[in-house]
């Protein structure tokens, strides 16, 4: 008999993100919020959240590297990166995997900048 073993997952950084107008902010959350922006701050990522964004469904990984023009295993790198931080969602589908844009982490992403009233 074969033992099973579970994993716990922690809630993807995109999930919870503080906005940065809030009155205050735990370390654990400037820490999500920071490993939010550092999956964006590669251009390859950014790009790839582009083909993504504008995509009508999911898209295969085969797919992102003819439109980023990097190689495989360089894609799924930067795809891992970006899954990690939950801002895509990954589907296997036989030998392939298909991405999409987390939209609910994007909009959660959006509201990060959201700084209130105006200051004077």
């Known amino acids: ?19 940065l107008a809030a009155s205050e902010m735990s370390e654990e959350e400037a820490d999500n919020t920071a490993r939010v922006f550092k999956a964006l701050a590669d251009p390859h990522r950014v790009r790839i959240v582009n083909v993504l ?3 009508e469904g ?3 990984v085969c797919d992102i590297t003819d439109e980023v023009a990097l190689s495989q ?20 589908r036989g030998v392939w995997a298909y991405y999409s ?12 900048f959201q700084l209130g009233g105006a200051r004077t």
């Open 101 to 112: 844009i987390n939209r609910e982490a994007l909009e959660r992403l959006g509201s990060i």
């Open 1 to 19: 008999m074969s033992a099973v073993r579970t994993l716990e997952v922690a809630e993807a950084p995109a999930a919870c993100c503080t906005p």
């Open 53 to 55: 964004a504008t995509a």
């Open 73 to 92: 295993p360089t894609v799924s790198f930067h795809l891992k990166k970006l899954v990690t931080a939950g801002l895509l969602d990954r589907e296997q």
């Open 58 to 60: 999911a898209v295969c």
